[in-house]
Structures are given as C-alpha cells and as structure tokens.
Antibody, heavy 117, light 109 residues
Framework: QVRLVESGGGVVQPGTSLTLSCVASGLTFNKYGMHWIRQPPGKGLEWVTF????????WYGEAVRGRSTMSRDNPRNAFYLQLHSLRADDTAVYYC???????????WGQGTLLTVS | QSVLTQPPSVSAAPGQKVTISCSGS????????VSWYQQFPGAVPKLLIY???KRPSGIPDRFSGSKSGTSATLAITGLQTGDEADYYC??????????FGGGTKLTVL
C-alpha cells in the first residue's frame, strides 16, 4: 500500500530555517506530482507548495513564497521542503501528499508537527 | 479567509441527510474538478469525493458530490454518528495554486 512518511518537524526559534522530508513507498514515485499542505493547530487545511513529477514545475503558496524551496530526489522516492525565516504562524502539522489522477489530492502522509516558538 | 467558502458547521440527526456547500469562482470550481476530504479529529485527511462526483474505492454510496457552475455540494445520507468529522472541499485555481474551503464541522445530533 502507499505510504508517505514525513520527518523534520520539531520546535525551532523564529527566524531560523528547517527542512522537512517526505519518503514515499508503495507507488511509482516518479510519476506523481507532490504537495505540501499544512494545518495550524485547531484550524483548517492550507495548501503550501506543489512540485510536478519531474520537478520542472514548482508552485508556491502565498504564505511561503520567497522563503521556501522545494526539491525531490526521484531515485530515493524523497520530497523536501526548506522553510526559511520561520515565523510563529508557520506552526502547523505539515503533510506531504500526492497529486491525484483526477485533479485531486490522493494519498496523504501522517504529518510532522513544526512549532516555531 | 479561504478562497472556497463553506459553512463552518452543519448538523442533523442520525438517519437524516445533510448537505455541505462549497462556493468558489470561475478561477477554480468553474474551470476545474472539485474534490472533498474527510478528516476525523486527530486524524489525517482522506479523499472522499474526486472529479466532482466520484467515490474512491471503499467510500460508501451514502456520500455523493455534485457541481454546478462555481459551486459544489457534498451530500451525506443515512447519517451515522461515525460520520462526525470535518469536511473540506478543494480545487485547483487558475493562479497555479490549490485552494481549500475553510472546512465544515459535521455534528450528528
């Protein structure tokens, strides 16, 4: 079965940088576009970023545009998000998720909690 | 403020039907399929409806979706207490961003 495992969250100070990682299994990773989606405690879902299956297209949400960088390593089935100049409002559970075949978001990881404080 | 607009909460009795609306614009719902996600407290969101009205394998037919113009609706019939969750609509936007609704909390009275 498809499994997405995020890591890299934790408690960090404002103004610092962090890299979140997502490792996929059970799917042909190099055929999937990938998303990062976050959810602040007690709040709704917020889309963060998208990268196409081949890495050619990179789209960033307004909240992180200009202070984040995505990358992927298809041979290692891995997807990354670097966040810089972290702020308190970046505090959230960060999910990686696959882009679905029908313009949806198909598979979700368990999430990793980032706390900026 | 979310790009897609959902009611914050809905409620109904067990066995009844409830609908959740999702209002967007010609930049998102009006031009792209809508999907719906179900999230139980403390759990990971799960794809519930895709391509406006299709159910992934394993989703009961009590859940249905529809779309008309720039709005979409999720309907749940035969409500069960186990359906209590947050429900989110989502779609691609012309701005090369994915947009979610603010989420709707379903309470089964």
């Amino acid at each position: 079965q498809v499994r997405l495992v995020e890591s890299g969250g934790g408690v960090v100070q404002p103004g610092t940088s962090l890299t979140l990682s997502c490792v996929a299994s059970g799917l042909t990773f190099n055929k999937y576009g990938m998303h990062w989606i976050r959810q602040p405690p007690g709040k709704g879902l917020e889309w963060v970023t998208f990268m196409s299956y081949d890495g050619d297209e990179k789209w960033y949400g307004e909240a992180v545009r200009g202070r984040s960088t995505m990358s992927r390593d298809n041979p290692r089935n891995a997807f990354y998000l670097q966040l810089h100049s972290l702020r308190a409002d970046d505090t959230a559970v960060y999910y990686c998720a696959t882009d679905g075949a029908h313009r949806d978001i198909g598979y979700w990881g368990q999430g990793t909690l980032l706390t900026v404080s | 403020q979310s790009v897609l607009t959902q009611p914050p909460s809905v409620s109904a009795a067990p066995g009844q039907k409830v609908t959740i609306s999702c209002s967007g614009s010609s930049s998102n719902i009006g031009r792209d399929p809508v999907s719906w996600y179900q999230q139980f407290p403390g759990a990971v969101p799960k794809l519930l409806i895709y391509d406006n009205d299709k159910r992934p394998s394993g989703i009961p037919d009590r859940f249905s979706g529809s779309k008309s113009g720039t709005s979409a609706t999720l309907a749940i019939t035969g409500l069960q207490t186990g359906d209590e969750a947050d429900y989110y609509c989502g779609a691609w936007d012309i701005s090369q961003s994915w947009v979610f609704g603010g989420g709707t909390k379903l309470t089964v009275l």
